[in-house]
């Protein structure tokens, strides 16, 4: 089973940067896709970043140009640098792992990311 531990969330004011972090444990295999969403109170959990395995990347139409999400070259992280923060992006962040096609996405705890104006 894999474990999934985030760190890097906090309270910023608008217009800062924060980097997210994920390392996944519990698999020696590679992830066909891994990234990030996030749920704001009281609305649905939505994308913000997805990295296949063969570097393909998909944003959330409100983060494109200002956030980017990257691996590290054992392909067991994934981070998720954010610039020019808005309030609008405060949400719990949530990274995510998927082992295979069709498997359901694995998911860590969440971190809290609360950006002030």
């Known amino acids: 089973q894999v474990q999934l531990a985030e760190s890097g969330g906090g309270s910023v004011q608008a217009g800062e940067s924060l980097r997210l972090s994920c390392t996944a444990s519990?698999?020696?295999?590679?992830?066909?896709?891994k990234g990030w969403y996030r749920q704001a109170t009281g609305k649905e959990r939505e994308l913000v970043a997805i990295m296949s395995a063969g570097g393909d990347t998909r944003y959330g139409d409100s983060v494109k140009g200002r956030f980017t999400v990257s691996t590290d070259k054992a392909g067991n992280a994934v981070y998720l640098q954010m610039h020019n923060l808005e309030p609008e992006d405060t949400a719990v962040y949530y990274c995510a792992v998927r082992i295979a096609s069709g498997v359901p996405w694995s998911w860590g705890q969440g971190i809290q990311v609360t950006v002030s104006s």
């Open positions: 519990g698999r020696r295999a590679g992830f066909v896709a």
